[in-house]
């Protein structure tokens, strides 16, 4: 199976009223690709957040609360956008790819697999964000080219280590990214945007 090209879509697009379209333009500019999306938790994952700062639920259960709001979004961005189907494991790629969609994890029972067989599984904090999980992904998955679409510009000549101190990816993905060759940085909200290399 050749690997796909993987695109971590950020949570913050889901409050867009323009993302469903412009997500859907983007995906078919690449139909002719393999694709496989990932997208983040947005204003979801900041109520399980909040609400461990307030409560003090701890980094285990925030994380595995953290990861079900993750396929709660999956599954939001399926309503919105008809070519995303979700799957929860790779061996369904094939057959949505088949069908002519674009598969999009759920990543909550392939990141609890990986945690169980990895010798170095990600940490179970909030210095772990759905940036560092699709870069997981990719990196098991072998892929090609890990694609961000993200709500905010790249300043110029940034790279992988200063992008997560401006914010821009969690403090984890440089090295959850590590063997990654190929990382793009797209600002989906702007249009004329083009994707920018991410370099180590």
């Given at each position: 199976m050749r690997a796909p090209v993987v695109l971590?879509?950020?949570?913050?697009?889901?409050d867009w009223p323009g993302?469903?379209?412009?997500?859907?333009s983007y995906l078919q500019g690449r139909r002719a690709e393999r694709l496989l999306a990932v997208i983040g938790g947005g204003s979801i994952t900041d109520i399980v957040r909040r609400l461990d700062r307030l409560h003090g639920l701890g980094d285990?259960?925030?994380h595995h609360l953290a990861l079900r709001s993750l396929d709660l979004t999956a599954q939001l961005l399926a309503a919105m956008v008809p070519s995303l189907v979700v799957i929860e494991r790779f061996e369904s790629l094939g057959p949505v790819w088949e069908a002519s969609k674009v598969p999009l994890l759920a990543p909550r029972a392939f990141l609890d697999e990986d945690?169980?067989?990895?010798?170095d599984p990600l940490p179970h904090n909030w210095e772990v964000t759905s940036d560092s999980i699709a870069a997981r992904?990719?990196?098991r998955l072998e892929s090609p080219e890990l694609v961000l679409l993200k709500s905010?510009?790249?300043?110029?000549?940034?790279?992988?280590?200063?992008?997560?101190r401006l914010g821009l990816v969690d403090p984890?993905?440089?090295?959850?990214?590590?063997?990654l060759d190929r990382v793009l940085y797209l600002n989906?909200?702007?249009?004329?945007?083009?994707?920018?290399l991410l370099p180590p």
């Open positions: 971590k879509v950020g949570g913050s697009l889901l993302f469903p379209t412009t997500l859907e285990e259960r925030s945690d169980a067989q990895s010798s992904v990719a990196d905010a510009p790249l300043p110029p000549g940034t790279d992988r280590r200063v992008a997560s984890v993905f440089p090295e959850a990214a590590r063997r989906l909200r702007e249009s004329r945007a083009d994707p920018t």
